[in-house]
């Protein structure tokens, strides 16, 4: 059995913090997806890794693929309130499995 | 805009009543999928449909049936409700599963 573990469950902090979050697994994933999903809906895809050691940016936010491509860290530079909500990640080989996530709230 | 669409939002049903949840995508995807999110549980599949005519069951097919009625649509139904499908189910799209997934807003079903 594919299990994704992610940590922490929960995450609260004051805005302008810094904070990374971990995805793992004993499994190796041809791609790591990330998701950020808001209260009431739907996942919604940030970023696909598929290189192991590979960074991607999008904007205060760091995505990294680990060299195994075993597991990922989201970093989240000065965060906002905007960044509240449940951050999933999912790895894929012959199907996507997805992680129980971390919660995130950043007070104002 | 363009993405998947979910109906209904919210549905309260009775214990062995049936229902059927309705999904449209517009993106031209082949691959259409249904989760259910529980607290503690994360996203599990349902069922999925790799392409238009092929429907396989995920890691919880049991008391659930879909029909991938066309390219666009995928449709799961309940055929006689059980307190235990209390969830928030997505339905989602994707070209390819490697490369993400494109998730409908939900439906929140409640069986009492």
């Known amino acids: 059995t594919q299990l994704l573990e992610q940590s922490p469950q929960f995450l609260s902090i004051q805005e302008g913090e810094n904070l990374t979050v971990y995805c793992n697994s004993s499994?190796?994933?041809?791609?790591l997806q990330w998701y950020r999903q808001e209260p009431g809906e739907g996942p919604v895809l940030l970023v696909t890794?598929?290189?192991?050691?590979e960074v991607k940016k999008l904007k205060r936010l760091t995505f990294q693929f680990g060299d195994a491509r075993k597991d990922s860290s989201l970093h989240i530079t000065a965060a906002q309130p905007g960044d509240t909500g449940l951050y999933l990640c999912?790895?894929?080989?012959?199907?996507?499995?997805f992680g129980p996530g971390t919660s995130l709230s950043v007070i104002p | 805009n363009a993405g998947v669409t979910q109906t209904p939002k919210f549905q309260v049903l009775k214990t062995g009543q049936s229902m059927t949840l309705q999904c449209a995508q517009d993106m031209n995807h082949n691959s259409m999928y249904w989760y259910r999110q529980d607290p503690g549980m994360g996203l599990r599949l349902i069922y999925y449909?790799?392409?238009?005519?092929?429907?396989d069951k995920g890691e919880v097919p049991n008391g659930y049936n879909v029909s991938r009625l066309n390219k666009r649509e995928f449709s799961l139904r309940l055929e006689s409700a059980a307190p235990s499908q209390t969830s928030v189910y997505f339905c989602?799209?994707?070209?390819?599963?490697?490369?993400?997934?494109?998730f409908g807003s939900g439906t929140r079903l409640t069986v009492v």
């Open positions: 499994s190796v994933f041809s791609s």
């Open positions: 989602a799209s994707s070209r390819q599963a490697n490369y993400g997934y494109t």
């Open positions: 999912a790895g894929a080989r012959d199907k996507v499995i």
């Open positions: 449909s790799a392409s238009e005519g092929t429907t």
């Open positions: 890794v598929v290189t192991g050691g």
